[in-house]
């Protein structure tokens, strides 16, 4: 089976930066995923990593360490907006379903 | 473009009665997901469709839930009976298929069993 370890809640300052770090257990996969998804709301896809190492997207970015089992989600410039709870997901072989971690709940404050 | 839908949004029901969610994907796309989340948790992945064929549904109660891709595009998810413990946001999502894609969330049911 698949298992992912995420920090339950981080808190940040409006501006700073954060990472939220993710550990996995696996035999095998494709791919790092990271969901945002806001109280009451959907989950959206943030970014992926396929490879080893840094993907930028924006104020976002992600890595990859395969040799480490370990992942992060970096959020730059934070703004209050950002308060949401995060998801990192790894993809399988078989097609892309994905086996989500418990999720990490940012707290973003003035 | 129009996202995922999914109806019902919210389903009061007592334990031991069914219930059925409706998901109409994005066109297009061939792949279509049903996840379960329970308040806290992140997803957990029910079952996968590939166009109207089951790639994944190992992890399906299978005792109680059974769903279907009609036509390969629109898809229902059913549970009977219904468990306290079922009581959840059940979400669906869609994508063009791939490994690595993203999957484009729906709204969700939220279900509650008293």
């Known amino acids: 089976g698949q298992s992912l370890e995420q920090p339950s809640e981080v808190t940040a300052v409006e501006g700073a930066i954060v990472q939220i770090n993710c550990t996995y257990q696996t035999s095998g996969f494709y791919g790092l995923s990271w969901y945002q998804q806001h109280d009451g709301g959907a989950p959206t896809f943030l970014s992926y990593n396929a490879l080893d190492g840094l993907e930028e997207t924006g104020r976002f970015s992600s890595f990859l360490s395969r040799s480490d089992s370990y992942g992060y989600l970096l959020l730059q410039e934070l703004q209050m907006k950002d308060s949401a709870s995060y998801f990192c997901?790894?993809?399988?072989?078989?097609?892309?379903?994905?086996?989500f971690g418990g999720g990490t709940r940012l707290m973003v404050k003035p | 473009e129009a996202g995922v839908a999914q109806s019902p949004r919210y389903k009061i029901i007592e334990k031991r009665q069914s219930v059925a969610f409706w998901c109409n994907p994005i066109?297009?796309?061939?792949?279509l997901y049903w996840y379960q989340q329970i308040l806290g948790q992140g997803p957990k992945l029910l079952i996968q469709?590939?166009?109207?064929?089951?790639?994944?549904d190992s992890q399906l109660p299978k005792d109680r839930f059974s769903a279907e891709r009609l036509k390969g595009v629109d898809s229902t998810l059913k549970i009977q009976p219904a468990k306290l413990e079922d009581s959840a946001v059940y979400l669906c999502?869609?994508?063009?298929?791939?490994?690595?894609?993203?999957?484009?969330f729906g709204p969700g049911t939220r279900l509650t069993v008293l």
């Open positions: 469709f590939q166009n109207n064929g089951v790639v994944d």
């Open positions: 999502a869609s994508s063009p298929g791939g490994a690595g894609s993203e999957q484009f």
């Open positions: 997901a790894l993809s399988g072989f078989a097609g892309n379903m994905l086996t």
């Open positions: 066109s297009g796309h061939a792949t």
